[in-house]
C-alpha cells in the first residue's frame, strides 16, 4: 500500500501541495477518494479517504523519525551504512503529505537527542591521552531496518495477476480439451445413429419384400381354392341330377 501510495503522488503531484494547490477541492478529493479505493483493495487494512491522509502522514512520520534515529545511531557507531541512503530516499518519495509542526510539550520517544559535536582542541587532547576505541559492527541495526521496510505492493500485485493468467490459461485449457471430447463423442453418435437408420432401412425392405412375396402366395392360394370351389360346385349339379 506504500508503495502504491508513492507511486501515486509522483503521478499527481498536486496532492504533494495540500492547500497551495492551484486544482479545486473537490478534483482532490476525487484523487483521494480514488487513492483510497485503491489502497482498500490492495493487502492490509480498510479505511476512508480523511482516516488514510492521516495513517500515510503517521507512515511519513515515521519514515522520518527512523531515518534520524538510523542517521545518530551510525554517526555513534562511527558507520556509514548503505540502509540509510535507502532510508532517506523512502522518506523523499513518501513526503507528499504536509505534516503539522509538533508541540513542544510533545517529545518523541524514538528522536534521539542530538549529538554534540567535541571543540577540535578537546578532540585532538582526548586523542593523545586516550587509547583509540573500536567500534564493533552493528548488524541489528541493519537487520531491523530491512525487518522494518515496507515490502514494495507492486510485485504482490503482479504475482497476483501472473498467477490469474495462468490460472485463465489453464481454465481455457481444459474447456477446450472438454469441447474437442464433446465434439468426439458427438461425430460418434452421430456415427451410430447413422449405422442404426441403415440396418433399420435393410430391415424395412426385407420386410416389404417378404410381404410382396407372401401376397403373391396367397393371391394364388386365393385363385386355386376359387377354381377348387367351382370344380366342386359342378360335382354338386351332376350328383342331384
Known amino acids: 500500500q506504500l508503495h502504491y501510495y508513492t507511486m501515486f503522488c509522483k503521478q499527481h503531484p498536486e496532492l504533494q501541495r495540500g492547500k497551495r494547490s492551484s486544482t ?12 483510497a479505493e485503491t489502497l482498500n ?6 479505511r476512508t479517504a480523511t482516516k488514510w491522509k492521516k495513517t500515510l502522514m503517521h507512515w511519513k512520520n515515521q519514515l522520518r523519525s527512523r531515518a534520524r534515529k538510523f542517521k545518530a545511531d551510525a554517526k555513534i557507531a562511527g558507520i556509514d551504512h548503505p540502509k540509510l541512503s535507502i532510508l532517506k530516499f523512502e522518506y523523499i518519495t513518501t513526503d507528499p503529505v504536509p505534516s503539522p509542526a509538533p508541540s513542544p510539550s510533545r517529545v518523541s ?17 582526548s586523542s593523545a591521552t586516550s587509547p583509540p576505541i573500536r ?9 531491523s531496518i530491512v ?4 515490502k514494495p505492493a507492486g510485485v504482490k500485485m503482479l504475482g497476483a495477476v501472473l498467477k490469474k493468467i495462468d490460472a485463465n490459461k489453464r ?15 458427438n461425430e460418434q453418435l ?22 410382396h412375396q407372401m401376397t403373391k402366395v396367397l393371391s394364388q392360394v386365393t385363385k386355386a381354392l376359387t377354381a377348387t370351389t367351382i370344380v366342386l360346385n359342378k360335382l354338386e349339379k351332376k350328383l342331384n341330377k
Open 24 to 35: 479545486n477541492p473537490q478534483a482532490l478529493q476525487m484523487l483521494w477518494s480514488e487513492l
Open 41 to 46: 483493495a490492495l493487502r492490509g487494512p480498510t
Open 109 to 125: 520517544a524514538s528522536d534521539p537527542a542530538p549529538a554534540l559535536a567535541p571543540s577540535p582542541s578537546k578532540t585532538a587532547t
Open 135 to 143: 567500534h564493533s559492527p552493528t548488524p541489528s541495526i541493519s537487520t
Open 147 to 150: 525487518s522494518e521496510a515496507p
Open 171 to 185: 481454465r481455457e485449457e481444459q474447456v477446450i480439451a472438454l469441447q474437442q471430447k464433446i465434439l468426439e463423442q
Open 190 to 211: 452421430t456415427g451410430v445413429l447413422k449405422q442404426m437408420a441403415r440396418e433399420r432401412r435393410k430391415e424395412q425392405q426385407r420386410v416389404a419384400k417378404q410381404n
